[in-house]
């Protein structure tokens, strides 16, 4: 997580923040979602609007933490950052 959260720039408001990274596969065969908030490390996402379903995901199964999101380009660079409150509360 030290890696994604130096990448993202969100230094010491990500201790209690869920940090997710969409990254284009080095093959060329989709996107990677990774984040140490998900049980595997990663997933991978190969369809046609494999970005937005990533930032849905990531999104969801945020939705008791607060999250940032960031969308890397091909060379590593940060193009989008999404943030979301988590607004689950218990009923």
Do not use: Q
């Amino acid at each position: 997580m030290n890696d994604l959260t130096n990448r993202c720039s969100y230094g010491s408001t990500v201790s209690s923040m869920h940090v997710y990274e969409v990254r284009p596969r080095k093959d060329h065969r989709g996107v990677d979602l990774i984040s140490d908030a998900l049980p595997f490390g990663r997933l991978w996402y190969g369809e046609p609007n494999a970005v937005s379903n990533a930032i849905g995901y990531a999104t969801h199964s945020s939705r008791s933490h607060d999250a940032v999101i960031c969308v890397d380009d091909d060379a590593g660079n940060v193009v989008e950052t999404h943030e979301h409150a988590g607004d689950f509360t218990e009923p």
